[in-house]
């Protein structure tokens, strides 16, 4: 889908779940936990990737304002539910007229886990944004790639099925307008173990004009556990360069054995408009992960925090990119997902070998059971169909906004996007 992930879309972290005796399982777990520990303080103490540091005592969410996300996600787990714009009226003050760091604010557990605030502000209008991440012909993975891998709309999907774009509402936006879907999403390694998963999400999305401005909310929560995460690893986070081993694991040390999952997670984002022209709106995430094994949730407020500002990086290189257009990119992803599979196959395999040619002397990647997976091409046998249409669409995007990618694929005349003209206000 697009993030931490938000997508987060985001941070993801550990969990188990071999089938072995409760008491042994138990003994495992009090073992592993002082290891699980450890890691977690530094990444605290360092205050991760992103190198920011929170507070060891946040300010808790005004109660108003905990009401209304109560409201939104009753009315995601309830078509049934109408939803009442008097209720979210707090929350949507709160987010729409912050403009401090609310970093140290910290929201009410939610699905078990903690949760997170995140503001962030972008060069771009709510047309864009809509026109960039809920249109059909662009995957949301690439609109926030440090996060996520791969993303998609499940079959059925009233986001995919209604003939109206989302930005065509927003000239004739009077009443709300909500529209729901079920979308898949495999998220990059995470920045705590370097571990991956694949989950499904439940998502609203709500279109309305708040005190004279567009806003979009978008509401997601997953519904099952994540499937068993496997090992990767985190090669260049500014230049979405990443290792999916296909492995079950953690890459971790002393716990890699470990079987881990995704529990819960849940956002609640919020798009503001606050002027067209310019253009310039703002994004406000709220977000919740567990994650963790045998049940146990290991996730701390640093791991989300740090997933987020992932994610909000690389969402904004994208959106704020002078060298794209949500045409242009559109365009370019369907000439990648109608590459024939002959096309695929070679550019994979080409891939494959750059790949290993860059990143063979990585450390990360100097354990034998990595060397295997890239040694003399085999990288290309663990890629299945998903992941290397989604390799192509991110190299596609690198090279369409100009940083350095490992296939010449905008040279490949089978996969060279036609230029878009624009109409002006269009």
């Not at 890699?256 to 995704?262: A, K, Q, S």
């Not at 992932?310 to 109608?338: I, N, Q, W």
């Amino acid at each position: 889908m697009k993030i931490l992930s938000f997508f987060p879309d985001t941070c993801r972290a550990l969990t188990s779940g071999r089938a072995i005796a409760p008491g042994l399982l138990l003994l495992l777990a009090l073992v592993a936990a002082p290891f699980a520990a450890a890691p977690a303080l530094a990444d605290d103490e360092d205050g991760g990737i992103m190198g920011v540091k929170l507070s060891m005592n946040p300010d808790p969410l005004d109660q108003a304002v905990e009401a209304g996300i109560d409201h939104l996600f009753e009315v995601l787990r309830d078509p049934a539910a109408p939803f009442d714009e008097n209720k979210v009226a707090a929350m949507l003050d709160f987010v729409t007229t912050m403009q401090d760091d609310p970093k140290d604010i910290e929201p009410a557990r939610r699905f078990g886990g903690q949760g997170v605030c995140l503001r962030r502000e972008v060069d771009t209008s709510l047309d864009t944004i809509l026109r960039y991440f809920y249109n059909p012909d662009i995957p949301n993975f690439l609109l926030c790639p440090a996060v996520l891998r791969l993303s998609g709309w499940h079959d059925g999907s009233e986001f995919l099925t209604r003939e109206r774009r989302l930005w065509d509402e927003l000239p004739t936006l009077n009443d709300p307008v909500l529209v729901r879907g079920r979308e898949f999403e495999v998220n990059t390694p995470d920045s705590f173990a370097e571990a991956y998963y694949r989950y499904d999400l439940d998502r609203l999305i709500i279109l309305l004009k708040y005190q004279g401005k567009n806003v979009a909310i978008s509401i997601s929560e997953q519904p099952e556990r994540s499937d068993v995460g496997r090992k990767g690893a985190i090669l260049d986070d500014q230049q979405w360069d990443y290792f999916y081993s296909g492995i079950e694991g953690l890459n971790k040390g002393m716990i890699g054995w470990m079987d881990t999952f995704m529990y819960n997670s849940g956002s609640v984002q919020v798009f503001t408009e606050h002027d067209a022209a310019a253009p310039r709106s703002s994004v406000f995430l709220f977000k919740w992960l567990k994650a963790g094994w045998a049940g146990m949730n290991v996730v701390k407020r640093s791991h989300i925090y740090d997933g987020s500002l992932r994610y909000a990086r690389s969402f904004s290189k994208v959106l704020e990119s002078p060298s794209l257009t949500p045409d242009e990119v559109a365009a370019g992803m369907r000439t990648v997902a109608a590459l024939p599979k002959a096309e695929v196959d070679a550019q994979i395999r080409e891939y494959a070998r750059n790949f290993e040619i860059r990143f063979a002397d990585n450390p990360k990647l100097q354990k034998r059971e990595y060397a295997r997976v890239i040694a003399d091409g085999a990288y290309a046998k663990v890629l299945d169909s998903d992941a290397r249409k989604s390799v192509l669409a991110l190299q596609k995007l690198k090279c369409m906004i100009g940083m350095d990618a490992l296939l010449d694929i905008c040279a490949s005349p089978v996969a060279a996007a036609p230029k878009v003209e624009v109409e002006p206000g269009s």
